[in-house]
C-alpha cells in the first residue's frame, strides 16, 4: 500500500525559511512525477512546484519562483520543498502527491509575526 507522509511544517516569521519533505512508502517514487499543491483557508487547493523523473525538470507557480526550491532524493524516496523569504499569503496545507494519484495527509505551514 503506498504512503505519502508530509512533514516540516510550523510557524515562522516573514522572511523566514522552512523545508518541507515528502516521504514515500509502498513503491518506489523514482519514475514519478512529484508535486506540492497548498490550500489556504477558504480557497481551493492550487498548484505550487513539480519535479519530473531525475529532477531534470522543474515547475513553479509564479508566487512562488525565486523563493521556494523543489527537489527529490530517489534513494530515500523523499521529495522537498526548501521554501525561503516567506510571506504570509503563503500560510496553507501543503499537500504532496505523486503520480496525481497518491496524496498525503498535509501539512501546516502557517506565517505571521
Known amino acids: 500500500q503506498v504512503q505519502v507522509v508530509e512533514s516540516g511544517g510550523g510557524l515562522v516569521q516573514p522572511g523566514g525559511s522552512l523545508r518541507l519533505s515528502c516521504a514515500v512508502s509502498?513503491?518506489?517514487?523514482?519514475?514519478?512525477?512529484m508535486s506540492w499543491y497548498r490550500q489556504a483557508p477558504g480557497k481551493e487547493r492550487e498548484f505550487v512546484a513539480r519535479?519530473?523523473?531525475?529532477?531534470?525538470?522543474?515547475n513553479y507557480t509564479d508566487s512562488v519562483k525565486g523563493r521556494f526550491t523543489i527537489s527529490r532524493d530517489d534513494a530515500k524516496n523523499t521529495m522537498y520543498l526548501q521554501m525561503n523569504s516567506l510571506k504570509p499569503e503563503d500560510t496553507a496545507v501543503y499537500y504532496c502527491?505523486?503520480?496525481?494519484?497518491?496524496w498525503g495527509q498535509g501539512t501546516q505551514v502557517t506565517v505571521s509575526s
Open positions: 502527491n505523486m503520480k496525481g494519484v497518491y
Open positions: 519535479i519530473g523523473s531525475g529532477g531534470t525538470m522543474t
Open positions: 509502498g513503491r518506489s517514487s523514482a519514475i514519478f512525477v
